[in-house]
């Protein structure tokens, strides 16, 4: 997989060429994912829109070279204001659709909010720590120590102990319980799609009625009955429909160039 070297170092990305006349999509993985935890998702997406489409692994993740550890509480905005558009930049995306997931929503919710951005599909977001955040957290790392998800990471991150210690002890930590950004989300003004799975472990529908208030316009929503934190993974042919519904109404109001 090529790698580009930015400020903060090498990330491994996967380019999928489409229609240059469409605005490229950007995906932006969760807090414990890669390039390679998409599976076929960006490309289904991107051969079915038609759209270029950008997949990469944050510092840290997949191949890339190592993240900040320990990672400091605004880990999150230092990617959305700094690696990203450095990124993009050297790629030279303008004005991308971001599709993220979990840690990759809430990091294009702050780049929406400063950075020209044709729409957003979201993923599991997350704008604020709550109860069940923490809980959900706390499993993940009961399973990395005793379950087979350390076995799972190992086989797609050259660094899996100190991205998973990085991820979870910041989520832990006393000083990242008032993370918060809210205050983001009146500057969104592009099309936003909200994807949540009723059974998230590490979320309630207070994520998205937060995000619902917060934007100037109302997004668009879907919620898949009985579905996880992954609505890609598990409810890939839903998630799908949905996005393309989505982006097929952004090229149909004049989104793209």
């Known amino acids: 997989m090529p790698l580009i070297d930015l400020d903060h170092g090498a990330v491994e990305y996967r380019w999928i060429e489409g229609d240059r006349a469409r605005e490229p999509l950007v995906f932006l993985h969760e807090g414990l994912g890669c390039v390679a935890m998409w599976e076929r998702f960006p490309a289904a997406i991107a051969r079915a829109s038609g759209r270029s489409a950008l997949v990469y692994s ?4 997949g191949g890339s070279a190592p993240g900040q550890v320990p990672r400091s509480a605004d880990y999150l905005h230092l990617e959305a204001f700094d690696v990203l558009p450095e990124l993009l930049d050297r790629l030279q995306v303008c004005r991308p659709v971001l599709v993220g997931h979990s ?18 599909v979201l993923m599991a977001p997350h704008v604020f720590v709550e109860p069940a955040t923490v809980a959900g957290v706390a ?19 050259d660094r899996p102990d100190a991205m998973f210690n990085a991820w979870s002890e910041v989520w ?21 799609l909200l994807l949540w799975g009723t059974d998230d472990p590490y979320a309630t529908d207070s994520q998205l ?31 799908q429909a949905a996005a393309l519904t989505f982006l097929h109404a952004l090229s149909a109001e004049g989104g793209d160039r």
């Open 58 to 61: 944050r510092h840290g993740h």
């Open 103 to 120: 840690d990759g929503g809430s990091i294009a919710l702050l780049y929406a909010g400063a950075q020209p951005t044709s729409g957003l």
């Open 139 to 157: 499993t993940a790392v009961r399973a990395y120590r005793e379950g087979d998800l350390a076995r799972r990471l190992a086989a797609v991150h």
């Open 172 to 192: 832990l930590s006393s000083e990242f319980r008032s993370w918060n950004i809210e205050s983001c989300l009146p500057r969104v003004s592009c099309p936003v």
């Open 209 to 239: 009625k937060a995000i619902e208030h917060g934007l100037p316009t109302s997004p668009d929503r879907v919620d898949l009955i009985g579905c996880g934190h992954s609505p890609h993974l598990e409810r890939a042919g839903e998630a």
